[in-house]
């Protein structure tokens, strides 16, 4: 059987009380894992693309980004949109009052998912706070990813709304591993900024007699922090209820060439997002990164020390080398769930199975409604490709396949 992505066991338990509490978002939690284990009893004709209820509505709702994070497939080194005018992105995001629109005909629809909101830097997108303050007010359970810089300014709201979680960008354990990872365009302090972020929260948080939103750090282990990982959590963990480790995603070169064959030969056209997600970095000891993975396990393992994810769940300095040089390697995980259950927007309204390899679109929502297109025949086409002819090469380092 094929691997499903799961929140560990352990943050599970440790968690359980702040969502106990807090039915409207334990019971979509549940069923979103529930539906990712039974999809194949649950959904007789998955193999002809067909989909049942949206859990999760992924909102990638601006390309704009304050920072030019190395590691990144947006504005990185490589990334596919570094030579894209801002004025232009900008122009063509999708307008709140349609986003106001969509939630609404979701939730009368019967659609009640988790919405996501990321970027870019989402925070940069003037209607973030009333996308997020509806989504809540519909009963669909809203989160964040952010680099933190602008958290500070709007922590009350994020804390009245109330986002259910909170997840900020943390690559480094001081200002200077930080801010070199994630350099701001303006030159500004991104780290003390994050940290402002985190205290304002907290404190809105005990102000308000409120434990949403849940904090997440995320840190993307790279060429700059794999050696620093123990330090990030010791840096950070009276600040942040959960921290999730990602070994990274990326495509080597040899699999963007293969993707470009298999996808055109699927589909009828060439891909181009995926460019951006090249790259070639790798430990040059795994034993050390695996005795860090270790070294957060064990911290994590004391009396109300916040929970370590670690995505994928892989360990052990073989399996890690493996993942890092062998792209065909799936440890397991050999079918995409996400498509089956989570729409991605892009900042455009382009609607499409993929989240980071999104070329291609089955419609956009400035013209039609997610209900409208969630079993269109462009979307079942797509699902029923992976479905019956298994997974495409860039989708061995995939969040959608691994950390979704």
Known sequence: MSKRSSIGVQAIARLFWRYAKHPWVAKKLVALQAEKWLLSALNLHAARGSAGKIRQLSIR??????????????????????????????AREVPL??????????????????????????????????????????????????????V???????????????????????AELHNRIRPSVSGSDTFAQIEQGL??????????????????????????????????YKKFRDKVDLFVFYLSW????????????????????????HRGWVGGWRPDDYAFL????????????????????????????????????????LFGFKRCIS????????????????????????GNIKDELITDLWNNEAYTKFRSSLAREGLMPVCSRCCGLMGY
């Not at 500070?152 to 354990?173: K, N, T, W, Y």
């Not at 070169?253 to 470009?260: L, P, R, S």
């Not at 393992?301 to 370590?308: G, H, K």
């Not at 498509?339 to 089955?362: K, T, W």
Request: charged share 25%; glycine share 8%.
């Open 61 to 90: 709702i601006t390309d704009l980004c304050n920072l030019r994070c190395v590691m990144c497939g947006q504005w990185g080194e490589r990334g596919f949109l570094k030579d894209q005018d801002l004025r232009a992105l900008k």
């Open 290 to 329: 695996d005795q860090q993975l270790k070294t957060l396990r064990d911290l994590s393992s004391a009396r109300n020390a916040p929970p370590v994810i670690l995505i994928p769940n892989i360990t052990g300095p073989k399996n890690l080398e493996t993942y890092y040089t062998d792209h065909q390697s």
């Open 250 to 273: 990326w495509i080597d070169e040899q699999a963007a060439n293969a993707h470009e064959k298999d996808f055109e030969r699927r589909f009828g056209f060439e891909p181009k997002l």
């Open 199 to 232: 205290d304002a929260v907290r404190g809105h948080r005990q102000g308000l007699g409120q434990d949403l939103p849940l904090i997440a750090s995320l840190t993307t282990i790279s060429r700059d922090n794999h050696k620093n990982l123990a330090d990030i």
């Open 152 to 174: 500070a300014a709007v922590a009350e709201r994020l804390v009245r709304a109330p986002l259910f979680l909170l997840q900020v960008s943390i690559d480094g354990h001081t």
């Open 339 to 362: 498509i089956f259950q989570a729409v991605e927007l892009d900042s455009n309204g382009d609607m499409s199975p993929c989240r980071d390899y999104h070329d291609y679109v089955v």
């Open 97 to 150: 009052e349609r986003y106001r629109i969509v939630l609404d005909d979701l939730a009368a629809k019967g659609h009640k998912p988790l919405v996501y909101l990321w970027g870019g830097e989402p925070l940069l997108y003037d209607g973030a706070l009333e996308v997020i303050e509806q989504a809540t007010g519909l009963g669909l359970p809203a989160s964040i990813a952010t680099n933190g810089s602008r």
